[in-house]
């Protein structure tokens, strides 16, 4: 199983974007009764997570993105989203997706770098 990561990019603040994740060589029925979530890491700090989606549409977010970040799933394609509103400087990180057990192995990330 590979994670990719993808839809990063380079954005003033209070812009949006969509990250998505695909476990791909996953098969659904591995997908499917996963709990997943949205990590993020700068340098120097721990990876922390951001997001989960437990179940079809069960969220929990960071305070710090409450309101402003949407986790979302699709079973189906065995892809995780984060659509990203109203972005900050300090949202600037490198984004992972993974299980919230983080039993498989992290993918390269995808760079988020937001402009004040």
């Known amino acids: 199983v590979r994670l990719v990561e993808s839809g990063g990019g380079l954005v003033q603040a209070g812009a949006s974007l969509r990250l998505s994740c695909v476990a791909s060589g996953m098969i659904t029925s591995v997908f499917n009764p996963n709990d997943w979530g949205w990590y993020r890491q700068t340098p120097g700090k721990q990876r922390e997570l951001v997001a989960s989606?437990?179940?079809?549409?069960?969220?929990s977010y960071t305070d710090s993105v409450e309101g402003r970040f949407t986790i979302s799933r699709d079973n189906a394609r065995k892809r995780i989203y984060l659509q990203m509103d109203n972005l900050r400087p300090e949202d600037t990180a490198v984004y992972y997706c993974n299980t919230l057990k983080q039993d498989l192995p992290w993918g390269q990330g995808t760079q988020v770098t937001v402009s004040g």
């Open positions: 989606v437990a179940g079809p549409r069960s969220t």
